[in-house]
């Protein structure tokens, strides 16, 4: 099984700032890697796959980067609807694994 | 409007069962297969498997072998996740989520239900 490493846990950020999450695979997941934004009590939303490619009605403040074992999630100017828990999937290998979460709140 | 609609909140004793149901609308059903994502209290989520809405046929994760049960009714565009002996480490969220068929990542999920197992 393939571990996903989210850091940091919880990342304090200010309206209007850049956020900057990782996620760090056990092994070379390629770029089969989706990131998905869950907000407590709604649906989680699909925000990036492929590792860079944007989801249907993603703002582009919303990029991903990253391939093999390192990603990156960047917000590049956060607005208040964003602060939620991200997480990173890798689905290059059985079974499909996230990493456990980073939940960006307000500073 | 696409979307996934899953069944309410569950409170079931310890070795009961439980069925939780999430319907399909606003898209066709079987171009898309359904996974079942767990979310215990406190803890990050975890993929229970999926099943394939064409031929029925269910894949389950690491663990998730036994005592689940992934199951369909294409005329009612409904996906069931079907748990038995329920134990008090069964509480959870449950969520679905689709994926097209030939792609992996989840493009769509249901708000989650939450199975508690209490005596």
């Known amino acids: 099984e393939i571990g996903m490493t989210q850091s940091p846990a919880t990342l304090s950020v200010s309206p209007g700032e850049r956020a900057t999450l990782s996620c760090r695979a056990s092994q070379s997941v390629s770029s089969n890697l989706a990131w998905y934004q869950h907000k407590p009590g709604q649906a989680p939303r699909l925000l990036i796959y492929?590792?860079?490619t944007r989801a249907t009605g993603i703002p582009a403040r919303f990029s991903g980067s990253g391939s093999g074992t390192e990603f990156t999630l960047t917000i590049s100017s956060l607005q208040s609807e964003d602060f939620a828990v991200y997480y990173c999937q890798q689905y290059n290998n059985w079974p499909r694994t996230f990493g456990q979460g980073t939940k960006v709140e307000i500073k | 409007q696409v979307q996934l609609m899953q069944s309410g909140s569950e409170l079931k004793k310890p070795g009961a069962s439980v069925k939780v149901s999430c319907e399909a609308s606003?898209?066709?059903?079987?171009?898309?297969?359904m996974n079942w994502v767990r979310q215990a209290p406190g803890q990050g989520l975890e993929w229970m498997g999926w099943i394939n809405t064409n031929t029925g046929n269910p894949t389950y994760g690491q663990g998730f072998t036994g005592r689940i049960v992934f199951s369909l009714d294409t005329s009612v565009s409904t996906a069931y996740l079907q748990i038995s002996s329920l134990k008090a480490e069964d509480t959870a969220v449950y969520y679905c989520?689709?994926?097209?068929?030939?792609?992996?990542?989840?493009?769509?999920w249901g708000r989650g239900t939450l199975v508690t197992v209490s005596s």
């Open positions: 492929g590792a860079s």
């Open positions: 989520a689709r994926k097209k068929l030939g792609d992996w990542y989840f493009d769509l």
């Open positions: 606003g898209y066709t059903f079987t171009d898309y297969g």
